[in-house]
């Protein structure tokens, strides 16, 4: 735990930069009104915020598919230009998303790797929700390591927006996303 509050106060940040991506993934959510009709699949989103630029030890290269830096490179830049690449990869491309602690996003999206078993034991039982998928339940696995600052999920079955930090999680199902400006429905 040590070094992952050290990890965090080193990007100071860091909440400025998840609280932008969490509100763009809640945004794609809202934006889509198509959820729960048959045979359509919504965005998804799964973005892990990392401490440093080398993420080889845990990823694999998820073939071509890759984030188009050319027209958003660096999350809070531009918001706005952020969740509408976002949203475009959102529908079109697979993979996790990789962003520095600075904001930075990686082009090369990727596979992440499951820890090992001794691994994930040493946090005791991480416990999985009825409703996790495979995406879900790697993303709570990937928040255990100390190089991840964070990792947020958009699941394209339902617009659920998911947080992880430290084999935790904060499930946001879309229901209850927006808040004070979510628009009547």
Avoid at 1 to 21: C, F, H, K, N, P
Avoid at 32 to 58: K, M, T
Avoid at 127 to 145: D, P, V
Wanted: one cysteine or more; hydrophobic letters at 35%.
């Amino acid at each position: 735990m040590e070094e992952l509050d050290r990890v965090l106060g080193r990007y100071a940040t860091s909440q400025e930069l998840m609280d932008q991506i969490r509100y763009s993934a809640e945004s794609l959510s809202m934006g889509f009104d198509q959820w729960g009709e048959q045979y359509v699949s919504g965005p998804s989103l799964y973005l892990l915020i990392v401490a440093e630029i080398s993420f080889d030890e845990y990823t694999d290269p998820m073939g071509g598919n890759r984030w188009p830096v050319e027209r958003c490179q660096v999350v809070t830049d531009s918001p706005e230009a952020f969740t509408r690449v976002a949203r475009d990869v959102a529908f079109s491309r697979d993979g996790a998303i990789v962003v520095t602690g600075d904001g930075t996003v990686q082009e090369q999206m990727v596979r992440v790797r499951s820890p090992s078993r001794e691994y994930i034991e040493k946090f005791d039982k991480l416990e999985y929700a009825e409703w996790m998928g495979a995406k879900h339940m790697s993303a709570l696995e990937t928040s255990i390591r100390e190089e991840v600052l964070w990792v947020i999920t958009l699941s394209e079955e339902d617009g659920r927006v998911t947080t992880f930090l430290d084999g935790t999680y904060q499930d946001y199902p879309r229901e209850e996303i927006g808040g004070r400006w979510r628009p009547e429905e």
